[in-house]
């Protein structure tokens, strides 16, 4: 289950971030488990790089290049190391 995430889920950011970071309560099977950033047209705008962390087995993140002003969706769809799959999605604003 999705604890937390940064930027969080329906937030308006004065500035872009240069990742996302989504926080869960179980260990992450890294094979299983990925994140998308898509743009407003839902286009994938993220560095293609989403990955498990490897010092933190719970957290999945991905990086971002400079983002325009506009709403941005974050898509997850992961796999704990129970067998549980938990997907969803969020979107956040750039001003």
């Given at each position: 289950m999705l604890q937390?995430?940064?930027p969080g889920a329906d937030s308006r950011?004065?500035?872009p971030p240069e990742e996302?970071?989504?926080y869960f309560t179980e260990r992450l099977e890294p094979a299983y488990s990925?994140?998308?950033v898509l743009d407003g047209g839902g286009a994938q705008v993220d560095r293609h790089d989403g990955h498990v962390d490897r010092a933190n087995p719970a957290l999945l993140r991905a990086t971002l290049p400079p983002l325009?002003?506009?709403t941005y969706t974050v898509r997850w769809r992961v796999l704990s190391?129970?067998?549980d799959v938990t997907?969803?999605?969020f979107t956040f604003r750039i001003e």
């Open positions: 937390r995430a940064e950011l004065r500035r996302v970071k989504l990925r994140v998308r325009a002003p506009g190391i129970d067998a997907e969803g999605s």
